[in-house]
């Protein structure tokens, strides 16, 4: 209670909230059902010392909320190669980078479906794609969405050659 006290001072003077970036969603969840009614949130904390704290959430707290909860994208290009485990006739290719079952696997979208359909992959078939990585990311650091979209085939890896 005593850092969700501090967070709710926090957000009420508008200051930097990164050090309690895994207690925001939460509180955003908060900010906006009291936003729904136009409510305000007063919270009074007695601790077992007999230390009292007070925080409060107004509509200038929940308003800076709103604000910290845009995101903006963050672009970057990469390279996944791995084999395709799913294709979508609407465009979309799952590619799994590994065998085991645990191995990261990436939902790729093509914009143009026909490009997909013109290269006319498999089940199985191993791929190396130029990808545009796109995450969104709020003011709070927090990841809200990711992308990867394919701009084209990449040049297969080949691998050192090693001095025995």
Same mark, same amino acid.
């Given at each position: $209670?005593?850092a969700?006290?501090?967070?709710?001072?926090?957000?009420?003077?508008?200051?930097?909230?990164?050090?309690?970036?895994?207690l +925001?969603d939460?509180?955003?969840?908060?900010?906006?059902?009291?936003?729904?009614?136009?409510?305000?949130? @007063?919270?009074? /904390?007695? @601790?077992? &010392?007999g230390?009292?704290?007070?925080a409060r959430?107004s509509?200038?707290?929940?308003h +800076?909320?709103?604000?910290?909860?845009?995101?903006?994208?963050? @672009?970057?290009?990469?390279?996944?190669?791995?084999?395709?485990?799913?294709?979508?006739?609407?465009? /979309?290719?799952?590619?799994?980078?590994g065998?085991?079952? &645990?191995a %990261?696997?990436?939902?790729?979208? +093509?914009e143009e479906?026909?490009?997909?359909?013109r $290269?006319?992959?498999?089940?199985?078939?191993n791929v190396?794609f130029?990808?545009? +990585?796109?995450?969104?990311? @709020?003011?709070?650091g927090?990841a809200?969405?990711?992308?990867y979209?394919?701009?084209?085939p990449?040049a297969?890896?080949?691998p050192? %050659?090693l001095?025995?």
């Amino acid at each position: $209670m005593h850092a969700f006290t501090r967070l709710l001072d926090a957000l009420e003077s508008e200051e930097d909230v990164q050090e309690w970036s895994r207690l +925001f969603d939460s509180v955003d969840a908060v900010a906006r059902a009291l936003d729904k009614y136009a409510l305000n949130l @007063d919270v009074t /904390w007695y @601790d077992a &010392n007999g230390g009292v704290r007070s925080a409060r959430l107004s509509e200038r707290g929940r308003h +800076f909320v709103a604000r910290l909860r845009e995101t903006q994208p963050r @672009d970057q290009e990469l390279t996944i190669s791995g084999r395709i485990t799913e294709l979508r006739e609407s465009g /979309w290719v799952k590619v799994k980078t590994g065998t085991a079952k &645990n191995a %990261p696997a990436y939902d790729v979208h +093509f914009e143009e479906p026909e490009a997909l359909l013109r $290269m006319r992959p498999g089940l199985g078939d191993n791929v190396h794609f130029r990808v545009r +990585f796109r995450q969104s990311l @709020d003011a709070v650091g927090i990841a809200r969405a990711t992308e990867y979209t394919y701009l084209g085939p990449a040049a297969e890896q080949v691998p050192l %050659p090693l001095d025995s």
